[in-house]
T-cell receptor
């Protein structure tokens, strides 16, 4: 799986959009970008994933650049409950048989 | 989404005893289940992968005789920490994939193990 690079930490004001960047410059054509988050002392929570088109669900939006070398996860209206470590993971879809490699992620802190 | 449960959510045991942790997929059939470990202030590390009805595959450095994994059904996997020692104290998290959620892993809430 391709390596990803994320900022160590970010702050965002409550009610604002939180934009979390991820670099994955060595991504292969068949690799997807997955985002998970882990709230303190809980298991990771799946957020969203995509290949090359932008994706949106009830939790977030995922914007992938045209060259696919980077992406941004957008939480449109951040709340205090969105404070967590966010992990960007690149992997082959259909790779359900393979474990995930977690980096250090981005610690997002939502400020009241 | 999909739901994965773990039991117990926390356990304290004495050194030398064995502890069993259960992982259940509640609304999908988990063809593959994974076990991760997370030490304080560190990221999750994959310990092993198990396919239903098959022996688990362990990551390098993980002792298969110490961490026994059983995946006897499509909805249940167990991790038994045998002869636990204080250095085994950690946060153990399972995940599952398969069936209607073949391409995405869903995680359980984790089990906090403390070995005295």
């Amino acid at each position: 799986d391709a390596k990803t690079t994320q900022p160590t930490s970010m702050d965002c004001a409550e009610g604002r959009a939180a934009n979390l960047p991820c670099n994955h410059s060595t991504i292969s054509g068949n690799e997807y970008v997955y985002w998970y988050r882990q709230i303190h002392s809980q298991g990771p929570q799946y957020i969203i994933h995509g290949l090359k088109n932008n994706e949106t669900n009830e939790m977030a939006s995922l914007i992938i650049t045209e060259d696919r070398k980077s992406s941004t996860l957008i939480l449109p209206h951040a709340t205090l409950r969105d404070t967590a470590v966010y992990y960007c993971i690149v992997r082959v879809q259909g790779g359900g048989a393979d474990g995930l490699t977690f980096g250090k992620g981005t610690h997002l802190i939502i400020q009241p | 989404g999909a739901v994965v449960s773990q039991h117990p959510s926390w356990v304290i045991c004495k050194s030398g005893t064995s502890v069993k942790i259960e992982c259940r997929s509640l609304d999908f059939q988990a063809t593959t289940m994974f076990w991760y470990r997370q030490f304080p202030k560190q990221s999750l590390m994959l310990m092993a992968t198990s396919n239903e009805g098959s022996k688990a595959t362990y990551e390098q450095g993980v002792e298969k005789d110490k961490f026994l994994i059983n995946h006897a059904s499509l909805t249940l996997s167990t991790l038994t920490v045998t002869s636990a020692h204080p250095e085994d104290s950690s946060f153990y998290i399972c995940s599952g994939a398969g069936g209607r959620v073949a391409d995405t892993q869903y995680f359980g809430p984790g089990t906090r193990l403390t070995v005295l």
